[in-house]
């Protein structure tokens, strides 16, 4: 359903790529992810000693080789193994292309084996990437009249680094062992120094006259994380470099299979096996734990819980759905939507700031303007669906960016993978309150985002009978931080609400479906309604923002905003229809209907309502899962009624 995928850049070493009798296992490694729906970078050194053994034999024909020709001579060995490697790839059903260091576009610097990468031909990889698996020798590169250079020892780890920067993936090098070591296997053999136990500057020492010391002092100085893998292991280490400490930060786990489960499925089962849930019975429904404490097996040893507000494992079941509905790592689930965004907002410390949109869910401004203003936290709203306003907006003290899209009621699209990006180079958190779509539809993270939020209170629980929220995120320092509100503020999700919500999210995929395709049909009524004004809706070609979310997501919920150009008249049709009941919030089985001016966007502070509140004569609906035909009478006979109350808007046509 979802054509996002990650660019994984995969380094193979002469530790693994020995001879061409390692290509098989090779090609395996790349095959798995590869199916595993990613975009696919390879970068290759030379067979075994090959570099070694062509060095050895240019030095018995002559002492000073001259520099050009060594490179020359050299580079075979870097090409043979990437030619090698890109025809059996072919061979495997891989459509594969193997660039040299032209088409790559590597330039160094003047000096051989002394030499830093400067720039790479990224739009042309990038192009390639989107249709082949792209093969790259990693120690050639040219300089700037053209010839061959070298890029030192551990340059074709300089090169996969220094691309996953250029290309915004991840980078993953793959060792024969689980660790990174120097290049040097003597230094590394006599001293068994494994790198993830030593500081990285002693490891570059250590190194000595190699470019892996490059890389990984460019990844530092690039604040890039990279993971190091054994061949043939699902599970690898991403490190992460601070100015003075090499440290890892997460275990990285790659899917054998295309096990990108989807979001029906996902729905409906719930992973049982990688949670901390252990159930003596085995029930197909997980259990309501409604318990406030748990027994303990000592005074010294705790179990996995101990106190429900902190963690409760119905809580912890329906946390791993959600992250895993979002594409995410971690979950937290919270009392309501708002205080999943409070929860949120905790990450921002007085004297920061907060970009938001202009069109956001009044309870948000309410939180923003009249709770957070009190830390001396700024707040400032723009268009968010015009990424020049939010670029304006942006300074040193900005920490979040929180938008909506589609925004609520005006349906505004906000192009999020542009807005991470441009998050991403400030060094800002992106979060997205995704209640209006539901994962079904648009998932955040796989575009960039941050962090995910939900009113779980809308699409995701779907009945109106609960009130939850959640927020979502792959970072697992943001995560351990928002957890940490959860307990300290005492917001979690009580168990029997998580029981409930997980029994709502079992329909979610069907309910979301009907509903987006009735709330098409009836957009298109209400479009060809003489007496309505205007439609927002995103699923409309002639909505302003529809082509950025049909980039984006895969469908437009059920929410629609119309205006009559009446206010008198659009609060009668409210009042007027019968399946459309008179209530805020939206997603739910039942149809629903609503002025967001006095009702969902009350709440905005007066001095906010010239620039923040929606029109009085603006009309919001969520379709339910009623017959379509039904709710479009209703709306019909509702119009009809309210002009016969009053014909003035008829005048007006
Ligand atoms: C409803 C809503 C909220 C607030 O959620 P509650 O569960 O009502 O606390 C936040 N954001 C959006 C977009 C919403 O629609």
New binding site residues.
Partial sequence: MFTTSRLLILKFGSSVLRSETDLPQVVQEIYHVWRGGNKVLVVVSAFGNTTDTLLQRAYNLCKEPEPIALANLLATGETTASILLGLALNKAGIATKTLDATQAGLVTTENPLDSELISANTEYIQKELENFVVVIPGFIGKDSRGNTTLLGRGGSDFTAIFLSQQLKGHCILVKDVDGLYTSDPALVESQALRFSKVKWETACEIGGKVVQSKAVQFAASQGLSFTIKSINSNEGTEVGLGPDQFFPLKPLTLSKENKHIKIPTCCVHINLENTSYNDLYNPSVPPIYQTATFRQTSATKFGAYDYSRTANPTRTLLEEQLAQLEGGSYASA????????TALTRLVKPGEEIIASND??G??VRLLNQLLTHYAIGIHYVDTSNIAEIAKALNPKTKLIIV?TPT?PFLRICDIRAIAQLAKNAGVLLAV????LSPCFQQPLRLGADIV??????FLGGHGDL???AVITSNAELNRKIAFQQNAEGSGLSPFESWLLMRGIKTLALRAEKQNISARKVAEYLNNHPLVKKVYYPGLSTHSGYDIHRQQATGDGAVISFTSNNKDFSERIVQQTKLFSTA????SVYSTISLPYNM?HLSIPLELKNQLAPPSDLVRISVGIEDVEDLMEDLDEAIRLALEEDATPLLAL
């Fill in positions: 919270f009392s309501s939507g708002m205080a999943a965004l956001l869910y309870g948000t909506e609520n309150d995704n209640s209006m939020v939900h009113s779980a209170t809308k009130i939850a929220g805020v919030s939206f997603g969902s």
